[in-house]
C-alpha cells in the first residue's frame, strides 16, 4: 500500500465520508426528490469501487469489483423502478450479483468439517434469515410489476440467504479479521436490503426504514474495503484457487 495521507488515514477518511453520503442522502429523501436519492446509491457504490481500485492499485479482487459494478448498475436502474422494464433488469442484476457471490464462496467452504453442534447452530439462523426473507417477499407479491419482476426479487431473496449461510461457514474455516470483515458486509447488506425494501414498498416505519437501509448499504461497503484491504492468505483470498 502506498503511504500518502489517504492510505494512512483511510479509516478516518472513510468513516467521514460514509457518515457525509448518509446525510447527504437523509437531506435528498426529506426533499422529496426521489430521483437524485436513486442515483445517490449508485454513485455511493461505484465510489467504494473506485477505492477499492486505489487502494489495490490494479491487484484486487475481480471477484469483489465484479459484483460491485453488477450492484451498481442494478442501482441504477432503480432510477426508473416503476417502469416493468426497468425494475426487471434491475432485479436481474441483483441477482447475478449475489451469484457471484455465491460462486466466491462455496469454493471456500468445507461442509465435511462441520460438527452436529454447527449444523444446529447455522440451521437455526439460516431458518430464521430465510422465514424472514420468505415473508417480506411474500408481502412484495402483490406488488410486484409482472411475473418476471417477482420470480428474481425472489430468486435474490434466496441468493441473499445463501450468501449469509456461506459466508458463516468462511468465517468458521478461516477465522481471520478478514473474513470477519467479509461476514459483516453480508449481513449488514442483507439487512440493508431488507429494510430497503421495507421503506421502498411502506410496510413499516416510515422513512426510518429508508434511512437505515442506506446507513446499512454504506456499512456494508466499508466492510468490503477493510476486507480487501486486510491481509489475507492466498487460500482465503475469494475466486482465487
Known sequence: MREGFLDKNYKR???ILGI?????????????????YRISRGIIIFFFLGL???FKSGKANRVLLIFLIFYGASSLFTIWYENVTCATWAMILNFVA?????VALISKVNFRKMNSLFIAVFAILIAVNGYLLYEL????????LSNLHYIFILLGAMCLAVVGFLSLLYNHKYSS???LLFTFFVFSLVFGEVFRSIG?????YGDISVYIARGL???ALSMLLNHTISDKTKAEQLGIK
Do not use: E, N, Q, R
Not at 98 to 102: C, D, E, G, N, P
Not at 137 to 144: E, F, Q, T
Open 217 to 219: 448499504l454504506i456499512v
Open 137 to 144: 417477499v411474500m408481502m412484495i407479491k402483490d406488488l410486484a
Open 20 to 36: 457525509v453520503f448518509l446525510l447527504v442522502s437523509i437531506y435528498i429523501h426529506t426533499t422529496g426528490d426521489y430521483f437524485w
Open 200 to 204: 421502498y414498498y411502506d410496510f413499516a
Open 13 to 15: 477518511v472513510v468513516t
Open 98 to 102: 449475489y451469484i457471484i457471490l455465491v
Open 52 to 54: 477499492l481500485l486505489y
Open 177 to 179: 479479521k478478514a473474513s
